[in-house]
T-cell receptor, first 114, second 116 residues
């Protein structure tokens, strides 16, 4: 009966390092979303998965960002060569179907790039 | 283009007052869904309501009510007799059928402070 789980909850990294953020969705949820929330900003769409495929990657801010999902379950968001502007809370959400289903959000990963 | 505007960045009201949070959306679709989510200080976003574009009936749930008006592309949220526990950031969101409902766009949110 667990909800969406994200790890780590907090990550501090040095500029230029790579980071991996993990999302474990609710069991059986086929849709998985990544959003970014910067201080004072709304939720910025990054990428969406339906099963293992990502029909919409339009929100990824640069080619330093990538994401994958394996087995229709766990997803990893990777940021290469982190920059200070990447500092934000990265939120993952899952849903049982397509975008008309309410999203279930995790608690997010707070990324700080020093 | 798909867009959600929440013009009110921050609102403060005294407990027991009514407060309305505005949401204006843009879409070229005739079929779409609108949502409201609440993000309390703990951080986890919680789903509040979903409406589809064919259902303009207003909805009431306890102290919460939603006014959907297609003529003005608005989906406003009213809290009646506000309580301190209502303090949170509230987000309005839009999902379009044309894109297969695969992308949910959020507004920037309205931070609501309920003062005791």
């Amino acid at each position: 009966g667990a909800g969406v789980s994200q790890s780590p909850s907090n990550k501090v990294t040095e500029k230029g390092k790579d980071v991996e953020l993990r999302c474990d969705p609710i069991s059986g949820h086929t849709a998985l979303y990544w959003y970014r929330q910067s201080l004072g900003q709304g939720l910025e769409f990054l990428i969406y998965f339906q099963g293992n495929s990502a029909p919409d990657k339009s929100g990824l801010p640069s080619d330093r960002f990538s994401a994958e999902r394996t087995g229709g379950s766990v997803s990893t968001l990777t940021i290469q060569r982190t920059q200070q502007e990447d500092s934000a809370v990265y939120l993952c959400a899952s849903a049982p179907g397509q975008g008309n289903s309410p999203l279930h959000f995790g608690n997010g990963t707070r990324l700080t790039v020093t | 283009a798909q867009k959600v505007t929440q013009a009110q960045t921050e609102i403060s009201v005294v407990e027991k007052e009514d407060v309305t949070l505005d949401c204006v959306y843009e879409t070229r679709d005739t079929t779409y869904y609108l949502f409201w989510y609440k993000q309390p200080p703990s951080g986890e976003l919680v789903f509040l309501i979903r409406r589809n574009s064919f259902d303009e009936q207003n909805e009431i749930s306890g102290r919460y009510s939603w006014n959907f008006q297609k003529s003005t592309s608005s989906f406003n949220f009213t809290i009646t007799a506000s309580q301190v526990v209502d303090s949170a950031v509230y987000f309005c969101a839009l999902s379009e059928a044309r894109r297969g409902f695969d992308k949910i766009i959020f507004g920037k949110g309205t931070r609501l402070h309920i003062l005791p």
